[in-house]
T-cell receptor, first 118, second 113 residues
């Protein structure tokens, strides 16, 4: 299985500023996923990031607000731009566990970034 | 669309009590079902999974059976420990061209000595 390092683990930011979250995986993976967990809510997929192509965003999320980079097969960043208090959430990156014999083992998650916007 | 509904928390149990966290789902096709656990200050960890009807996933004393007839995947443990205190998420993966996991809202479990 893959080990994911995510940083920062938490931050308090001023509204109007931007924060870039980094996600490093200890093995090469094709797809990386970024989720948001709002207070008291379930996880929601923001976008899927493939190396060498633009990220695919889910409904309700746009590239100008959440630009994503995927420069290689082990690293990705998510930027939360022009932040407002409504962006206060936990942001998590995720990768798909290695398949064996075609079986899907599910997804591994980073420890998350707890963002508070004031 | 897909959805997961799990019982509201928080749930507080005494050590060695029996645990059930209910989870039901709505999905097209034949989804894979998962339970994830989030310990305080940590990321989500896969606890167990089941990929087809009547499969039973198990890990660390936890079990869940994929019940297609009731569209359920309830999490159970016969004797909880203080170290089981965490938030538990039920999730499904339906495939069909989407890599998205659909999560329930999570159930916080606190086990007291």
């Amino acid at each position: 299985s893959a080990v994911i390092s995510q940083k920062p683990s938490r931050d308090i930011c001023q509204r109007g500023t931007s924060l870039t979250i980094q996600c490093q995986v200890d093995s090469q993976v094709t797809m990386m996923f970024w989720y948001r967990q709002q207070p008291g809510q379930s996880l929601t997929l923001i976008a899927t990031a493939n190396q060498g192509s633009e990220a695919t965003y889910e409904s309700g999320f746009v590239i100008d607000k959440f630009p994503i980079s995927r420069p290689n097969l082990t690293f990705s960043t998510l930027t939360v731009s022009n932040m407002s208090p409504e962006d206060s959430s936990i942001y998590l990156c995720s990768v798909e566990l290695v398949r064996t014999g075609g079986e899907d083992y599910g997804y591994t998650f980073g420890s998350g970034t707890r963002l508070t916007v004031v | 669309g897909n959805s997961v509904t799990q019982m509201e928390g928080p749930v507080t149990l005494s050590e060695e009590a029996f645990l059930t966290i209910n989870c039901t789902y709505t999905a097209t096709g034949y989804p894979s079902l998962f339970w994830y656990v989030q310990y305080p200050g940590e990321g989500l960890q896969l606890l167990l999974k089941a990929t087809k009807a009547d499969d039973k996933g198990s890990n660390k004393g936890f079990e869940a059976t994929y019940r297609k007839e009731t569209t359920s995947f309830h999490l159970e443990k016969g004797s909880v420990q203080v170290s089981d205190s965490a938030v538990y998420f039920c999730a499904l993966y339906s495939g069909a061209g989407s890599y998205q996991l659909t999560f329930g809202k999570g159930t916080k479990l606190s086990v007291i000595p």
